[in-house]
């Protein structure tokens, strides 16, 4: 079995005077989607924050392609070809998504042909170029954040509740461009509420209570499990659209 791309062990972070991970142990197989499930303020998008150095790491430690990144400053961790993509989506409204899309290809002008494929994702970015960021509706402002994090190529993504507030059709349209990360094998952490949603991207899949991971494994395994899902996460998810 591969090495995966991504390994916490015993993390332990806190946030100002509260104590948030209680020794989080989590891998990210390469080349797959994982979901990071969890209930509210379970601690999900402090563990993002903890990988890329935003949130304190007290004890444990993070590696990535085998070595060790704990401790290490934002940027280090970027340059490394970790992508992070906020729940606040990171985007500057004052800008044209050009220059949302240029500032985020930090290696030099940005790939004509990447550029092409990213607008076959993401078709709206191409025909509001030069349009404000601020000025775009929440999905397609969704659409920006991830397109930012993908324009140079990155060996993991990380992206947090990326359908929190939006529309059927918009959630699907963004179902769509994460199949096609995976078909080119990849490697992306997920922080999902959506279960449909992660159900149908997801191949592995974690859950995290009271910050820590209670359960680990194949997502169809959790998706075909109605019990284990109320046990793990409060509510029959399956049932649910």
């Not at 563990?47 to 290490?72: D, Q």
């Not at 960021?133 to 397609?140: F, I, T």
């Not at 999902?192 to 592995?204: A, H, M, P, T, V």
Request: charged fraction near 20%.
């Amino acid at each position: 079995m591969a090495e995966p791309i991504l390994t916490l062990s015993g993390v332990h972070a806190d946030i100002e005077q509260y104590h948030i991970l209680h020794g989080v142990d989590l891998q990210v197989p390469r080349g797959e989607l994982t979901v990071l499930l969890g209930r509210n303020g379970a601690g999900k998008s402090t563990t993002l924050r903890t990988i890329m150095g935003l949130t304190r790491l007290r004890r444990g430690e993070v590696r990535f392609n085998g070595a060790s990144i704990s401790g290490m400053p934002t940027p280090q961790i970027a340059r490394k070809g970790i992508a992070f993509v906020p729940e606040s989506m990171g985007i500057f409204a004052l800008l044209s998504v050009r220059e949302n899309m240029s500032l985020a290809a930090s290696s030099g002008p940005i790939d004509e042909g990447r550029l092409e494929w990213v607008f076959g994702l993401f078709p709206p970015l191409k025909r509001f170029w030069n349009r404000p960021a601020g000025n775009l509706s929440g999905g397609q402002k969704q659409m920006l954040a991830i397109a930012r994090a993908i324009i140079e190529p990155r060996e993991l993504l990380l992206v947090d509740e990326p359908t929190k507030g939006l529309a059927p059709a918009i959630i699907n349209d963004l179902a769509d461009a994460f199949e096609e990360l995976k078909e080119q094998q990849a490697s992306i952490l997920l922080v999902e509420q959506n279960f449909n949603f992660s159900r149908r991207l997801g191949q592995s899949v974690a859950v995290m209570d009271d910050g820590r991971i209670v359960f680990a494994g194949q997502m169809a395994e959790l998706a075909g499990n109605e019990d284990l899902q109320q046990e793990l996460l409060g509510l029959s998810l399956g049932a649910h659209q």
